[in-house]
């Protein structure tokens, strides 16, 4: 009797040991407001749709199980979505922003296979204002830099390594999946992120062979290997490339309640075929386009509440095609303000200046390119203007869970 007792009590306590030893948590992001845009080219629109400061609408599923010797097998399943209309996001894709598992260790660092982002956004990505008060639609242009992570990577094996005096490191390489060529939809990349006190600095660099290679045709958006790019509009097409390589690096000093941040990224689009679908005259079978970013920002906590930013970016490009040199300059303003440490409320102005060589094509009646010109286009807005000037203001509350 008393050993049946004993064997009885073992078996009561296991779901409990079971429970202590792994665990899953739901978490998300809920947002909703207002949004408007100037110079659509049918005058101005206003959109009930909006992305807050940490992110869009997303929901996900987090895992851990303790394995023993510090070892623990982990899982994320994280899905987006549109709130006005409950459809998918990222083309429909149901756990499109992440799904991967793997293992972690507190000595050797942590390893995840599956779609994941890429080490530079995870790391650099922390500097830009658009991830911080400006929101997604506030990003360097176009995100071609992907520090918004515009692009998420299937097929990817990822390593991260534990914090050593404030030093981490991150590798990342995509297979491909495309039979009988190895290298196309291939991606590497490797950032390193150190942070001591106010003082934070991270650098990183990625690789994608044949970064946009298929029309979606809806939004401005193209899809490669499941991955969806498109912070861009009618400018979409210079990522339809060979290769696409980018440098990031990024710091940031705080002050007492004062935060500046600088960053900077070089976008390598090889053999672009931008200038060829856009019918523009001599642009061959394509053309090298480059494309730096500089971004200077601030930020200032007036209360524990309040947030006040400012942000001024200066985008510069360069195609082979007649040498053009096209740049976007663009100011963002945000404040935010905390109702609890869930649910903030927001408001973000952002103007964008399109400037130098144009290289929009201008069509005429019979849809033949006729020549060039400068026109804005704030990312992710979804709408090119009509001059050479945009802009984009949102208002909108968001609650995180």
């Known amino acids: 009797m008393k050993k049946s007792s004993i064997c009885l009590a073992v078996l009561m306590a296991l779901p409990a040991l079971a429970a202590a030893q792994s665990s899953v948590t739901l978490y998300g992001l809920v947002d909703s407001g207002l949004t408007f845009v100037n110079n659509t080219g049918k005058g101005h629109v206003v959109e009930a749709d909006t992305c807050g400061p940490p992110s869009c609408n997303l929901w996900g599923l987090k895992g851990k199980e303790e394995l023993g010797g510090g070892t623990s097998a982990i899982f994320t399943l994280e899905n987006g979505f549109n709130i006005q209309n409950g459809k998918l996001g990222q083309g429909g894709t149901e756990f499109g922003r992440q799904a991967f598992v793997g293992l972690t260790n507190d000595q050797w660092g ?59 490191v991150e590798g990342m390489f995509s297979l491909g999946g495309v039979a009988g060529n190895f290298s196309t939809n291939r991606v590497w990349s490797l950032a390193a992120a150190y942070n001591n006190g106010p003082f934070a600095v991270a650098a990183g660099y990625l690789d994608i062979q044949n970064p946009a290679t298929n029309a979606g045709g809806t939004g401005g958006v193209y899809a490669s290997n499941g991955n969806y790019v498109g912070s861009l509009n009618d400018y979409v097409g210079l990522q339809d490339a060979s290769s696409m390589k980018v440098f990031t690096i990024g710091g940031s000093y705080s002050i007492g309640q004062a935060t500046l941040a600088l960053n900077y990224s070089h976008t390598d689009l090889e053999n672009s075929q931008y200038f060829v679908i856009n019918g523009f005259a001599g642009a061959g079978s394509g053309n090298d386009f480059k494309m730096d970013a500089y971004e200077a920002s601030a930020t200032y906590r007036v209360t524990p509440s309040l947030l006040l930013g400012a942000a001024y970016i200066y985008n510069a490009g360069k195609a082979d095609y007649q040498n053009l040199k096209p740049d976007f300059q663009q100011v963002n303003l945000g404040v935010t303000y905390a109702l609890s440490k869930r649910t903030s409320l927001y408001a973000i102005a952002i103007v964008q200046k399109a400037g130098g060589d144009g290289i929009a094509p201008v069509f005429d009646a019979d849809g033949a390119v006729v020549g060039r010109t400068a026109i804005a286009e704030i990312p992710g807005a979804g709408y090119d203007s009509s001059t050479s000037k945009q802009l984009l203001m949102s208002v909108g509350m968001y609650h995180a869970f």
């Not at 400006?134 to 992907?146: E, I, S, V």
């Open 110 to 168: 942590t390893v995840t296979l599956g779609r994941q982002y890429d080490p530079p956004s995870l790391t650099v990505g922390y500097f830009p204002s658009s991830n911080n008060f400006a929101t997604g639609y506030g990003a360097h242009f176009g995100d071609l830099d992907n520090l918004n992570q515009s692009i998420r990577f299937n097929n990817a094996v990822k390593y991260v390594s534990p914090t050593w005096g404030g030093l981490r």
